[in-house]
């Protein structure tokens, strides 16, 4: 379906039944699978055949999922996992081991910042962080002989910076390295960072591709772009025999197409077991078939809701891409210029106090662990998602103390921007 719109992508994408299979995608909850002969199964162990043994490493529902989100993002290979953080461990340590070492925007999402920050350090992986909007002179001088790969996101969760996809790819490109980002706050349908020179994608699908706060999921798709064989030094897991296959080289067999994704699901998925549920994937699955529809209401709302923000006595400032006031909107308008989310960071004047005395005067918006839903959620970040950080971290992820993450849903603009004006009268 390459040649069909996202939309079409978004219903019909990567399942094309035949004669007389079920229309929907079908629910395979079976964690195992019947074969007539053991030689037949050994193929499988072997990765010379595909099919299904053993759902903790793949499984037909979830697999055909995961072909979607490739068909979305414009990838030629994906994964579904647990969780979204389950993706973007995935991600990372597919190609950066102990004694590797990795560059990072620092405006991330703060469970990923302590995922690098504190666990990868104590499994022996460096990590350098980086201002989202560094000079190229500074990402250089972040280089080591071991880094093997830069990270950002495509609008940061939740200080909504919006990275500069060409000029990081471009760095990571002439290091020998791959650009990997997590596309989850605009979503293909707003963004696709593979056409920007980014090489692997990473979702927490359990955001605006799920939509409905119904399933927590995460996704892995691989652009098929970066030569792992042209670096083989720097990338021994996917360029020299794996004795835990019987020897396979992964580059070799399955090409830059397809190793990524191969070694990630045969090797690191077969040990660690972050396996998504057939029924999350199913739920998945139908939130991917109104993304298009509701990405774009997400982002009209977001937009109504910041701009009424900008102009109010009690709003200290107002943080949205899509504001002409911002200081990524030329960012915003180049790589994604018919829209970005629902998401909106502002501070309330009289810091934390005064933030939470507004949230808890809310009526339509809820105060959730949640975002970039159906329903309407914020949260106070700095003492939520962001507790764990210092308050040196803290201001280098862009989030201080009066910040107010809000998730704009699917409701009318009207209804909120009045719930948000009644609850700041209260304050």
Request: charged share 20%; glycine share 10%.
């Amino acid at each position: 379906m390459d040649k069909h719109s996202i939309g079409t992508k978004c219903v019909q994408g990567g399942y094309h039944p035949k004669n007389g299979e079920p229309r929907q995608v079908p629910i395979i909850q079976s964690t195992t699978f019947k074969y007539d002969t053991g030689e037949a199964m050994g193929k499988l162990f072997d990765l010379e055949a595909s099919g299904y043994f053993y759902t903790r490493l793949q499984n037909p529902t979830s697999d055909t999922v995961a072909a979607k989100i490739a068909e979305l993002e414009g990838g030629t290979a994906a994964m579904l996992t647990s969780s979204g953080m389950a993706a973007t461990f995935l991600a990372v340590f597919n190609i950066c081991e102990a004694g590797g070492h990795f560059i990072s925007s620092s405006a991330i999402y703060g469970g990923t910042f302590n995922l690098f920050s504190v666990t990868f350090k104590k499994m022996g992986i460096d990590v350098t962080f980086v201002a989202p909007d560094a000079s190229e002179e500074e990402i250089n001088a972040a280089f080591r002989p071991n880094t093997k790969l830069i990270f950002g996101e495509t609008i940061a969760n939740p200080a909504l910076k919006v990275l500069d996809i060409q000029k990081f790819a471009k760095i990571a490109h002439a290091h020998g390295v791959p650009l990997i980002i997590d596309n989850t706050f605009p979503t293909p349908v707003h963004c696709r960072p593979f056409e920007f020179g980014a090489d692997i994608v990473t979702h927490a699908t359990t955001k605006y591709m799920d939509g409905h706060g119904s399933a927590v999921g995460g996704a892995i798709v691989d652009s098929g772009n970066f030569d792992w064989m042209k670096y083989a030094d720097k990338y021994p897991g996917l360029c020299t025999p794996d004795e835990s296959y019987h020897g396979i080289t992964y580059a070799e067999r399955f090409g830059k197409e397809g190793a990524y994704i191969t070694k990630a699901t045969a090797q690191l998925m077969r040990d660690l077991g972050v396996t998504p549920a057939p029924m999350n994937a199913f739920l998945l699955n139908l939130g991917l078939e109104s993304l298009h529809v509701r990405m774009k209401r997400h982002a009209e709302n977001g937009l109504a809701v910041a701009k009424y923000l900008e102009n109010h006595p009690k709003v200290a400032w107002v943080n949205y891409p899509g504001l002409e006031s911002s200081p990524d909107y030329a960012l915003t308008q180049k790589y994604m210029p018919d829209g970005t989310c629902g998401v909106v960071s502002f501070g309330v004047k009289g810091g934390r106090e005064a933030a939470s005395k507004f949230m808890e005067g809310l009526r339509i918006i809820a105060i959730e662990t949640h975002v970039a839903d159906a329903r309407s959620c914020c949260l106070h970040p700095a003492t939520t998602t962001h507790r764990q950080l210092s308050d040196a971290e803290l201001v280098s992820c862009g989030v201080g103390p009066d910040l107010v993450r809000v998730s704009l849903g699917l409701e009318d603009s009207v209804d909120l921007i009045a719930d948000i004006e009644q609850a700041l009268a209260n304050v």
